[in-house]
């Protein structure tokens, strides 16, 4: 890998205007380029201690004043040699210095994600834990910043570990067995029991995949009922503001809305739709079809049902929503004086604002379940993706132990090992490198 024969440099701040601005270098002649940009550095800086310098132009004129950091190999991000101008936050004086950097021909602009990589090639951090750097550079809600500062910190790439540990274990057991049948008697006894306890966790972390996706990309979810049940109204009272139009007239909503909240940190996504009934307009008719198209790619879907409904028309509405998990709520509460008999359904009413806190937390209970949104692990599509390779490998092997050979036992195994490799990266391509790291910002 030549990784480390380019010095690279890139601006690691916002190409805006700023307080501070970060210039940064990475590779072996980092600090000599760096050092040419702050003359007044010493030749070996004290790594890690903040210089005031003057950055100047190729006359040796000052451009600006601003902190200078060296970190020594393999002390830093990288693992390399990485310096750090630290200038006021002028785009257009920043341009000015990485221009100077670029002028060395030792230097060349740095890929998106290159640090990170560097990083990740240089063994500063497994895969898991660089591409938590992008998922906390792209959080946008609490439980989003929270779950990648955990990957960030380890929490998947220990899970990785717990299983991949073990994992390795058992097939050089096999392995052992295989190649040396009389030194290695016994180290096969009870593989049945360890393939199925690792099949368990393996199952267990891609299990967490929903939540991942959750917290990642927000949930969303719909309300939807028939007309005038209310839903408008509860829908501006849950975003807290006067967003959609409300009117006694059945059909007002026809275009479906939506709007963006976070509930105990959880970035949401809540949709009003067309309310639906048999016989509409034909403009409104268009709602309906887009509220039944909306209704299959949502996380959750609520039911807003009117006082007065019959338990078979609520059936009816139900099954509007396909596959997608319902909440069913009585709505206009505050018109009927008692809960209908037998109901178990929360009862709400968007006009007084009754209910509506309970409603919110049973959505998210349904959402999320137990626990909080922050402490999950953050298992991508593409984690979730070698996870279920790993665990329909391990299937095979828990079956290859009751009826066949060792080897084959041992073959599943070592394909369970490979496709968990690709999650914390001890077996990667520069094919999913790329794909990886395409998705960071230049800079970091
Ligand atoms: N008393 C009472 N009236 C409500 C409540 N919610 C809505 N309304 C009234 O019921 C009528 C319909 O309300 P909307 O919120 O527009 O109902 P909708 O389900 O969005 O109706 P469509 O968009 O036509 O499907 C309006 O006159 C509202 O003022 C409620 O909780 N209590
Ligand atoms: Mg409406």
Not at 76 to 93: K, N
Not at 210 to 239: E, M
Not at 379 to 393: F, G, N, P, T, Y
Request: glycine residues 10%.
């Amino acid at each position: 890998m030549t990784s480390s024969s380019f010095t690279i440099a890139a601006l690691a701040t916002a190409p805006a205007a700023g307080a501070v601005g970060i210039l940064r270098l990475s590779g072996p002649e980092a600090l000599d380029v760096g050092r040419r940009l702050a003359p007044g550095i010493p030749e070996q800086p004290t790594p890690r201690h903040a210089y005031l310098a003057t950055f100047v132009d190729a006359e040796g004129r000052p451009l600006d004043e601003g902190l200078f950091l060296y970190f020594r190999a393999p002390r830093s991000f990288t693992g390399e040699d990485v310096v750090e101008l630290q200038a006021h936050g002028s785009p257009r004086l920043l341009r000015l210095l990485l221009a100077r950097a670029l002028e060395d021909p030792r230097v060349r602009h740095a890929a998106p994600g290159e640090f990170t990589r560097r990083a990740f090639l240089n063994g500063r951090l497994d895969l898991t834990r660089a591409e938590a750097v992008a998922d906390l550079v792209a959080a946008d809600s609490e439980a989003a910043v929270r779950a990648a500062a955990a990957g960030l910190s380890g929490a998947l790439a220990a899970r990785v570990q717990a299983l991949e540990a073990p994992l390795r274990e058992l097939h050089a057991d096999m392995e052992g067995v295989l190649s040396f049948p009389d030194e290695a008697e016994g180290a096969d006894a009870e593989v049945a029991e360890r393939v199925a306890t690792l099949r368990g966790q393996a199952e267990a972390l891609l299990s967490e995949a929903g939540r991942g996706r959750l917290v990642r990309r927000g949930a969303r979810v719909a309300l939807f009922g028939p007309v005038n049940a209310g839903k408008s109204t509860l829908f501006n009272r849950l975003v807290g503001e006067s967003r959609a139009l409300v009117d006694d007239e059945p059909g007002t909503t026809r275009d479906a809305l939506e709007a963006r909240a976070e509930w105990d940190g959880l970035s949401v996504t809540l949709f009003d739709t067309a309310g639906l009934r048999e016989t509409p307009g034909r403009i409104e008719a268009l709602g309906i079809a887009r509220t039944r198209e909306l209704l299959s790619g949502v996380d959750l879907a609520v039911l807003v049902l009117p006082p007065g409904g019959t338990p078979s028309e609520a059936e009816a509405w139900l099954r509007e929503a396909g596959g997608t998990p319902v909440l069913t709520v009585d709505g206009k509460c505050d018109v009927v004086a008692a809960p209908t008999e037998g109901s178990p359904r929360r009862r709400v009413s968007g006009l007084t604002g009754e209910g509506v806190d309970a409603l919110r937390a049973d959505m998210l209970g349904l959402l999320w379940g137990g626990g909080t949104p922050s402490a999950v692990a953050l298992v991508s599509e593409r984690h979730a993706d070698a996870l279920r390779r790993a665990s329909e490998a391990l299937r095979s092997a828990e079956q290859a132990s009751r009826v066949s050979t060792l080897e084959v036992v041992s073959g599943e195994v070592g394909l369970a090992l490979e496709a968990l490799g690709e999650v914390s990266g001890t077996v990667v391509s520069e094919a999913l490198l790329d794909a990886i790291f395409q998705r960071f910002c230049i800079g970091k």
